[in-house]
């Protein structure tokens, strides 16, 4: 007997007890799934396997139709039939709750219909079990969208939302948070008044309302000003004032989510929450919450991270309340939750993104020891913010010309992660790689004899375009300053027909980056601009048709710099990259030197008239020559109509370039009188001679 009570749990024990006719086994067989799934996805995957969502969602349908047929016939429905309704509701809900996959099964079985149809039973048990189950759904994006834009679905859901159920309310307010996406959305709730009863359940609903609303309205909010001012505006009552009274709410979610909202709001108008009262209780209350220890604690630093981003001034409140002390004192912890370990490691790399000061605290407590550490654990995600995180200590130049970071204990393990079965991993690695290995060509040694750079070269070919575009900005920063040896050892593992095929990628990002490595290639010694001229000129003619086909200013400018720098060469170079500019032209007008000097990119035109500088130079012998091919392609009186313009670094270059054409205009000038001069003085020795009879 005991042995077959045990094998009446076993999952496909279960799973045939669900297709009994009996509506007990089956009411008791659901109760059982239900238990044994929640919380546990071991179990959720095998039931799964075992086709149990179907059978389940097979239940729910039929006895949906039973209470329709019951209640045509004015019959009462059996007591059993919405009991198995609140079950297999329930069941449905446990499979979907935080589990894609669950999610996934139950849409396909069909039985999101019939969930909804649950709504309008007449028993509250069997309307709150649909409303659960259809909340666990819509935490997932895999949840069908709703049309907001559609008069039926907009009365529904505000029907949703005045329900007394909570369950109900909430699902309404779900429902907003999963699809509501474009501004035409956001404004058409507002103009149905939702924004009015959202506000009303934060001041007087229930706890579970509370946070369902905050999550709905930071969806409306969302880079949507128009709509935010409106709410902070008249038309609302008590406006902002009943999300900032929830910063002190008993609860730690409900805390978690109003910080969430009120950061939406100020990223979205950045007038409001200006107080910095307000700016310091938001960055206390998420440092407060890392010390929980569930969901909380895991989102807290990523709403940490979302506050302080890009923002200076957050970033000094948050250093001087100790939010670096904190973090680290978090990572010590160790065996932290991959979401927690991942969060702390984004909010360090913002803490660090801007400041020097918080920079100089993360190495003084020594947290770059435990970032390292993170390169090598198992998480995927917990790897990539932890190069996200060397990425932002990297950019000080103090400290990368103390030499802190190009060692093994950094630079190795960066390395071993260019071969990364995760592609944002790879991207990550080399996005702080590219900081360390910049300008300090004392310690690139170290970089080059662990393999990285033979490594670059091989993810420049990668078929991902993202891979190929980092790897070619590592490889550009790696030589920039170098020496002419470690150029030539790059520039063989490279060669010339793959530049010349990445200068010509299909993908811009790889255009741009492959462009400025060749600029860093010949820039500085004359030996280097000799790669240009590699396998017949291959990189010089590949940079020429891209100039010429390019619309984008990133490429134009990284292009123009490139030839600047050969041009800065001999009388060869200079002619060679006027080949380019110029290539057989007739019509001037075709010159897409024009275009550029026209472009409102300030960088483009500056780089342009710098190559024009380098090939005018008056010390070239050909300087004169090539000055008119200009004058003549009216590349001179586009600089004339230049005269204003309002960047400072293309008038100081505007300015010597007319300096050289001055210089050549009265050299030129004085070389014809000096020949009028001297045939003068010709004639007068010939007339001289005929005075004196002389033949």
């Known amino acids: 007997?005991?042995?077959?009570?045990?094998?009446?749990?076993?999952?496909?024990?279960?799973?045939?007890?669900?297709?009994?006719?009996?509506?007990?086994?089956?009411?008791?067989?659901?109760?059982?799934?239900?238990?044994?799934?929640?919380?546990?996805?071991?179990?959720?995957?095998?039931?799964?396997?075992?086709?149990?969502?179907?059978?389940?969602?097979?239940?729910?349908a039929d006895s949906a139709d039973d209470v329709i047929d019951c209640n045509n016939n004015n019959c009462n429905v059996n007591n059993n039939i919405n009991n198995i309704l609140v079950q297999s509701a329930a069941a449905l809900g446990s499979f979907a709750c935080g589990f894609d996959a669950g999610v996934?099964?139950?849409?396909?079985?069909?039985?999101?219909?019939?969930?909804?149809?649950?709504?309008?039973?007449?028993?509250?048990?069997?309307?709150?079990?649909?409303?659960?189950?259809?909340?666990?759904?819509?935490?997932?994006?895999?949840?069908?969208?709703?049309?907001?834009?559609?008069?039926?679905?907009?009365?529904?859901?505000?029907?949703?939302?005045?329900?007394?159920?909570?369950?109900?309310?909430?699902?309404?307010?779900?429902?907003?948070?999963?699809?509501?996406?474009?501004?035409?959305?956001?404004?058409?709730?507002?103009?149905?008044?939702?924004?009015?009863?959202?506000?009303?359940?934060?001041?007087?609903?229930?706890l579970s309302q509370k946070d369902a609303s905050l999550e709905s309205l930071a969806s409306i909010f969302k880079n949507n000003s128009e709509v935010v001012s409106k709410f902070a505006g008249p038309e609302i009552e008590r406006p902002l004032g009943s999300i900032i009274d929830l910063l002190k709410d008993r609860y730690p979610r409900t805390r978690l989510l109003a910080c969430m909202c009120l950061i939406v709001i100020r990223s979205t108008s950045p007038n409001l929450l200006q107080d910095i009262g307000i700016k310091s209780k938001l960055i206390h209350i998420l440092i407060e919450l890392l010390d929980d220890p569930g969901q909380v604690g895991d989102e807290a630093p990523f709403a940490f991270s979302s506050l302080i981003a890009q923002k200076e001034d957050l970033q000094k409140l948050a250093l001087e309340a100790n939010a670096i002390d904190k973090l680290h004192h978090h990572l010590q912890k160790g065996s932290l939750h991959p979401r927690r370990y991942e969060g702390i490691l984004l909010a360090l790399a913002d803490m660090c993104s801007k400041l020097e000061?918080?920079?100089?605290?993360?190495?003084?407590?020594?947290?770059?020891?435990?970032?390292?550490?993170?390169?090598?654990?198992?998480?995927?995600?917990?790897?990539?913010?932890?190069?996200?995180?060397?990425?932002?200590?990297?950019?000080?130049?103090?400290?990368?010309?103390?030499?802190?970071?190009?060692?093994?204990?950094?630079?190795?393990?960066?390395?071993?992660?260019?071969?990364?079965?995760?592609?944002?991993?790879?991207?990550?690695?080399?996005?702080?790689?590219?900081?360390?290995?910049?300008?300090?060509?004392?310690?690139?040694c170290i970089f080059v004899q662990c393999g990285g750079m033979k490594q670059l070269v091989q993810l420049a070919t990668s078929m991902e375009s993202a891979v190929r575009s980092n790897a070619l900005w590592a490889l550009k920063n790696f030589v920039f300053l170098a020496d002419?040896?470690?150029?030539?050892?790059?520039?063989?593992?490279?060669?010339?027909?793959?530049?010349?095929?990445?200068?010509?990628?299909?993908?811009?990002?790889?255009?741009?980056?492959?462009?400025?490595?060749?600029?860093?290639?010949?820039?500085?010694?004359?030996?280097?601009?000799?790669?240009?001229?590699?396998?017949?000129?291959?990189?010089?003619?590949?940079?020429?048709?891209?100039?010429?086909?390019?619309?984008?200013?990133?490429?134009?400018?990284?292009?123009?710099?490139?030839?600047?720098?050969?041009?800065?060469?001999?009388?060869?170079?200079?002619?060679?990259?006027m080949h380019q500019l110029f290539p057989q032209m007739v019509d001037k007008n075709q010159s897409f030197m024009i275009n550029f000097l026209q472009s409102n990119d300030s960088q483009l035109r500056t780089a342009t008239v710098w190559t024009i500088v380098n090939l005018t130079c008056r010390s070239s012998p050909g300087a004169f020559g090539r000055l008119v091919k200009l004058r003549n392609a009216g590349i001179v009186s586009q600089i004339k109509n230049m005269v204003n313009d309002p960047c400072v670094d293309v008038k100081v270059i505007k300015f010597m370039f007319w300096s050289f054409f001055f210089i050549f205009f009265f050299t030129f000038l004085i070389n014809l009188i000096s020949i009028f001069v001297e045939q003068l003085r010709v004639r007068t020795v010939l007339g001289q001679s005929m005075a004196f009879g002389d033949n």
Request: proline content about 3%; some cysteine; hydrophobic content about 45%.
């Open 1 to 60: 007997m005991p042995s077959a009570t045990v094998n009446n749990h076993r999952p496909s024990e279960l799973l045939s007890r669900l297709a009994s006719s009996e509506p007990e086994v089956k009411l008791r067989a659901l109760r059982e799934v239900k238990n044994q799934i929640i919380g546990n996805r071991t179990k959720k995957l095998s039931f799964l396997k075992l086709g149990a969502v179907p059978a389940v969602a097979g239940i729910l």
């Open 484 to 577: 002419n040896r470690l150029k030539e050892s790059v520039f063989s593992e490279l060669t010339a027909s793959l530049l010349s095929s990445l200068i010509c990628d299909p993908e811009p990002s790889v255009q741009e980056q492959a462009l400025a490595l060749v600029r860093n290639l010949v820039d500085g010694c004359i030996n280097s601009v000799e790669f240009m001229f590699a396998e017949d000129g291959l990189i010089l003619g590949a940079i020429g048709r891209q100039l010429q086909s390019t619309v984008k200013a990133e490429i134009g400018i990284q292009g123009m710099y490139a030839l600047c720098n050969v041009a800065s060469g001999n009388e060869f170079h200079k002619e060679a990259v």
């Open 104 to 206: 996934q099964a139950v849409l396909d079985a069909g039985a999101f219909p019939n969930l909804l149809r649950l709504l309008s039973n007449s028993n509250e048990k069997v309307v709150d079990a649909g409303a659960r189950a259809l909340r666990m759904i819509y935490q997932s994006k895999l949840a069908p969208k709703y049309d907001f834009l559609q008069q039926k679905n907009m009365e529904f859901l505000i029907s949703l939302l005045n329900s007394e159920n909570e369950n109900v309310s909430g699902l309404g307010a779900s429902i907003i948070t999963n699809s509501c996406e474009t501004s035409l959305e956001q404004k058409a709730l507002f103009d149905a008044g939702i924004l009015r009863r959202l506000n009303s359940l934060l001041e007087c609903g229930s």
């Open 357 to 444: 000061s918080c920079r100089s605290k993360f190495l003084s407590l020594q947290v770059l020891n435990l970032v390292t550490d993170a390169l090598t654990v198992d998480s995927a995600d917990v790897r990539t913010a932890a190069c996200i995180c060397l990425k932002s200590v990297t950019r000080s130049i103090k400290n990368l010309s103390a030499g802190y970071f190009i060692n093994e204990m950094v630079v190795v393990p960066l390395v071993q992660l260019f071969l990364d079965p995760s592609t944002s991993v790879q991207v990550a690695a080399l996005g702080a790689i590219s900081n360390v290995v910049v300008d300090f060509t004392t310690h690139k």
